[in-house]
């Protein structure tokens, strides 16, 4: 059953932690989302790559999180099994969604993938995903940020704040998973994902 629902993520108001949509264009938008968790960066990496433990359920296509696998690496897929369902004569199939494919891993610091999450999947308009890492005292600070881009069916004010609810609601089940850090977690908007290897 497909979960996504515009109006519900809409709807959704992020756990503390800093969330916005930084830019809008005719056919784009980015949206940034912060949040500072009490936990290493190699913990935060870890946890990270294992989307299975706290990304939420009512955002996926088999509606449970344990079917999502991530592999860290670049070409790598952030996919998810699909469960067939079962019938009267005991034969059923499993369906596949690639969400993202990886871009860029670098551990501990950068992770970057691209694809259009949720509802932009059917749309030609794609999204690039950056998630930084930065250790601070006493913890990691994550800085999430996804930018869209081309063609979409989809007036940009409201898909703007839709996908952020979600990217938002995502961030926030991965700092609940390690624990919330406790500080200001707002990050200028001029600190935007560019903390990537030196040459990049």
Known sequence: MIRYNLALAASLVAAPLSAEVVETSEDGFVTRDTANVAASPMETWLALTRPGQWWNDEHTWSADAAN???????????????????RDDGFSLDGSVQHATVVQAYPLRVLRMRGGLGPLQGEPATGILTITLKE????????????????????????????????????AGLRDHLGALGGAETVPAEAAPTETPDGE
């Open 68 to 86: 999502l696998t991530l592999e860290p690496q670049a070409g790598g897929c952030f996919c998810e099994r699909v469960p067939g369902e079962d």
């Open 136 to 171: 601070i005292d006493g913890g990691t600070r994550v800085l999430w940020e996804y930018n869209v881009g081309g063609p979409m069916r989809y007036e940009i004010p409201q898909i703007s704040q839709a996908v952020d609810g979600v990217m938002s609601q995502q961030l």
